[in-house]
């Protein structure tokens, strides 16, 4: 008989990730039929009473909860233990005396220091004071949050200008800086291309092509998605493009961008040509290069030749009347996938739509060709991002397969540090799964480089052996997606 078991634990606290890992290792527990161990912020409450839990009298947002569905009394004390063991088995502080106690601030550690690049990954609420602590001490910042607004992005980004200082995001998910990988990031090798990347896994994607190309980069400098946008102007654009010319060893500069606005577009293309060191605008949009064709022209540019991409050929299918469902973790991806797909088909509802008429809610059912980014700011909220826990993308993978108009299922899977560990042991089966369940094919775009640690090679041919057509563009990627949809 399914117990359910729900307490507060007053002042106590975690971090997010620590709960989402706590949450998951009790949720994989023998007999745990749901599991949420959280701090009880309304948006967690939300997903409490969403799950089927009554929400415990007096809580507040500085309070941990522990709610527990389980198969029956043995398996909930299994569960409780496990919960228990591993919020204690969570990193402490080690000890110390007073005067070794780290500084509180970032200023305070930038006094200690001295100036630096500070990255600052917390809520999005929070983190315009901490970016701006940090360029009152002189030092860059790269904001990995997301959700923070427009206003207060271009608030730092002037204040930064001021300073003469570069501001990385927000929502810069992915950098390179000195040979270090920050964010979501690849084992890449330097080389003589220097990206500036108003897009995460655009850059992720660029980076990888080059590293399998045998090419390597000299920064990646991530200004984050709005940067191109008519309300930021591309404000740290502009200076990223400046800190890669003054760099001698930037012989290529290639900025790459989701669909930008096109006014933006056009004063920074102005603003390139003033460099002396030539910029490649990687810009996606119709009838413009995809990241491909844009990293083949970067290859050519530093001399350097153009491959075969590597891809997995999955199961021989026909051509099937029916429609594109794009699941996605990284918005560039999906950007550049619908951009592809909207050649071929007209219209692609999508929760980040190329025209606002196609705009998509992502938790309701779609209807013709639709695609979601799964990593966008409504989805990620109070969450991990879709390259860390793909629960979410999962589930919605078993319902499109479910769909008797699905025809073709495109997905990416990004590797590298800070993603999932082993990504294709979760999709793999669930993959398998929707393939058993509907008559779809499923293709896969995997970004990743030949040294991160995931091995490339090896999650290709898991995924590959559960029936899915996995390349390494995703540009290709989609085009084969689009090429299994028989016309109507």
């Known amino acids: 008989m399914t117990v359910h078991h729900v307490e507060a634990r007053p002042g106590a606290y975690a971090d997010s990730v620590t709960l989402m890992q706590v949450s998951r290792k009790a949720g994989d527990t023998d007999g745990a039929e749901g599991v949420l161990v959280a701090m009880a912020t309304e948006l967690n409450l939300d997903l409490l009473r969403g799950m089927g839990f009554e929400e415990p009298d007096g809580i507040g947002p500085n309070d941990l909860f522990v709610a527990v569905r389980a198969r029956d009394d043995a398996a909930l004390a299994q569960v409780l233990s496990v919960v228990t063991e591993a919020l204690a088995a969570r ?3 080690s000890g110390g005396s ?9 200023s305070a550690a930038a006094r200690s220091t001295g100036p630096a690049l ?20 002189g030092c860059d910042v790269m904001i990995f949050s997301d959700n923070v607004s427009v206003e207060q992005e271009v608030q730092l980004k002037e204040a930064a200008a001021a300073r003469g200082l570069l501001v990385l995001g927000p929502d810069c998910g992915t950098a390179v800086v000195g040979g270090i990988g920050l964010g ?22 660029i980076l990888c092509l080059l590293d399998a190309a045998g090419t390597g980069v000299t920064a990646a400098l991530g200004v984050g998605g709005r940067d191109l946008s008519t309300a930021v102007g591309g404000r740290s654009t502009r200076a990223a493009l400046v800190a890669l010319d003054e760099d001698p060893a930037t012989e290529l500069i290639v900025l790459v961008s989701k669909p930008p606005a096109p006014e933006v577009a056009e004063e920074l293309a102005a603003f390139a040509a ?24 970067a290859l050519r540019a530093v001399g350097a030749a153009v491959p075969e991409w590597q891809h997995w050929a999955g199961p021989q299918a026909q051509p099937r009347t029916g429609v594109l469902r794009g699941l996605f973790a990284g918005g560039t991806l999906c950007d550049e996938a619908m951009v592809i797909a909207s050649e071929r088909f007209g219209e692609i509802a999508s929760n980040i739509p190329l025209r606002p008429e196609w705009r998509l809610d ?12 799964f990593g966008d700011d409504e989805l990620t909220a109070g969450r991990p991002h879709p390259m860390i826990d793909p629960s979410l993308r999962l589930e919605r993978l078993a319902k499109e397969a479910l769909d008797p108009d699905t025809a073709v299922i495109l997905m990416d899977v990004v590797l590298g540090h ?14 398998a799964a929707a393939r058993e369940s509907g008559d779809v094919s499923v293709v896969l775009s995997l970004v990743g480089a030949k040294g991160d640690p995931q091995n ?31 016309s109507r």
Not at 362 to 373: E, L, V
Not at 418 to 431: F, M, N, V, W, Y
């Open 98 to 106: 007073f005067a070794e106690m780290p500084p509180r601030t970032v």
């Open 362 to 373: 992502p938790r309701t059912p779609a209807t013709g060709h639709a695609m979601i980014d």
């Open 418 to 431: 800070g993603a999932h560990p082993d990504p294709a042991a979760e999709l793999a089966p669930a993959i």
């Open 274 to 297: 003033t460099l002396s060191t030539p910029v490649q605008l990687a810009l996606l949009g119709a009838g413009r290069p995809d990241l491909t064709a844009a990293t083949e022209d």
């Open 118 to 137: 500070v990255l600052i990954s917390l809520p999005g609420q929070h983190a315009f004071v901490e970016a701006m602590d940090a360029l009152d001490a």
């Open 184 to 205: 979501f990031a690849h084992t890449v090798e330097p080389g003589p291309v220097g990206l500036v990347a108003a897009s995460g896994t655009g850059a992720q994607q």
């Open 91 to 93: 990193p402490t502080a």
């Open 456 to 486: 490339l090679t090896a999650q290709a041919r898991a995924l590959n052996d559960a029936g899915a057509h996995v390349f390494t563009s995703n540009a290709q990627a989609a085009r084969f997606a689009c090429d299994l949809i028989a």
